[in-house]
């Protein structure tokens, strides 16, 4: 059958695998081609087994592979037959140079870039789905027609709002969908094309169009008020612990404000993932180069307060186990970043783990689907018998002195806490970094329970 369009997507990872697969269940019309460089990566696509675990994707993967899904590493003959490229590829924080530590290492941008300009024979619409600097379709174009006096490109910005461990039921119906264009008629025509693509699917009014410079910043502005509110009522939940306030009650009395909202405001061991951090320290960059000073401290702070959760619940543990774990085995339950992936980028779970080996204790981690990751993550410190991974929670936390959740699973919530605490050293110590446990029955089996921003439960 002849496709309408010939889609491709450069960069299969979180993002571009998920979306790709959506555009291409919802439009079974064109032929979409994922390219990545990463042989490995691909070869999974391509198996019954996806890189990423998520919800629902395996199953879309399965009904639109090889009808009009396609997978693959070679990247010059993807970018040959393409009408429109959407360019998905990491842009992490730089670790080295200019901005080290704050703004968005675009190499591999730039280098995408510069590959379709060598193998583009016609004209093509790129798109911009990973995260970026605003301004950056300006560089992106520069790259784009420096080099080249044949193929004309159109630079649009269309931003990726998924989360994960929900991204199938996002990309599927969406709060908004963002199309950002230049306001010449070349650009309000490709912008028209996104649109169509969408529109297969996403209402009408969800489909927001704007220039390409608000798509670009309303990105990372968007992922920098989620994590604000996080870190907001962070905040709150150390004033709670002192005051005897519980932050679940403070944040259900505030999110039935409409104006507030309830979404968002639950207290936690601190946010984590690949982009919150990345994001905000990257708009805290572009503020500071523009001299903003006082928007980037402002933005900056969410960043702090985050890091400084994360130092209180280790605080925490020393404080309410007589100041010392040394020796102690500590259950880590949970590694994800959020439940239901099995991604450790960023997790609260990373720093937790290191903590906790730098004051000598022994650390059992478990996790459903983050425990390969996890033991790529603390590959430097696995030498030896203080850090151990552990599938079954119960083996996880037979003889240890304390449990700390770090991931809001929901089979954290169910399991045989009556069991796991005759298995435990005793005084036994549960931190439900998640609020996710039913802290009165825990402790009415004979835990010390600590929650984040809540009157801690003793039996001494
Ligand atoms: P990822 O690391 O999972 O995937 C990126 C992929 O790009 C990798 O597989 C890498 O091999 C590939 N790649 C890098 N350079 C390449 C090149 N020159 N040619 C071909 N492939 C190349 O990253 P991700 O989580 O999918 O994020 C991608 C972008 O989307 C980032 O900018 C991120 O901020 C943004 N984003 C991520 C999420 C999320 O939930 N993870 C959500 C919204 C937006
Ligand atoms: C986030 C945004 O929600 C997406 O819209 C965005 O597309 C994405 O970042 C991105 O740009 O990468 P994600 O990081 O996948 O998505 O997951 P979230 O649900 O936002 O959770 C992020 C972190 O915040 C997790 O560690 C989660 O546990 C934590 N969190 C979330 C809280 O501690 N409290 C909350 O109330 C909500």
Redesign the pocket.
Known sequence: MAFEKNILC????????PTMTMIAHKCPQYRITV????KQ?IAAWNSDRC??YEPGLEELVRKTRDRNLFFSTD?ERGIREADIIFV?????TKTFGEGVGKA?DLQ??E??AR?IVANSQSDKIIIE????PVRTAAAMERILTANTNGPRFEVLSN??????GT?IADLENPDRVLIGSRESAAGLRARREIVDIYANWVPRDRIIESNVWSAELS?LTA?AFLAQRISSINSISALCEKTEADVDEVAYAIGTDSRIGPRFLKSSVGFG???FQ??ILNLVYICQSYGLTEVADYWESVVKINQWQQRRFIQNMLGAMFNTVAGKRIALFGFAFKANTG?T?ESPALGIARGLLAERATVVITDPKALDHAREDLADVADGDRIVFEPDPYAAADGAAAIAVMTEWKLYGELDYARIFASMSQPAFIFDGRNILDRRRIFDLGFNVYSIGKPALKHF
């Open positions: 450069i960069g299969a990872g979180y993002v571009g695998g390219v990545d460089i990463n990566k890189p990423i990247v998905s590829v990491n842009t992490p968005a591999y941008w280098k995408t590959v789905k990973s995260t970026l931003p990726e709002f998924l989360a994960e991204a990105k992922n993932g690949s982009c990345k994001d991604d980028r």
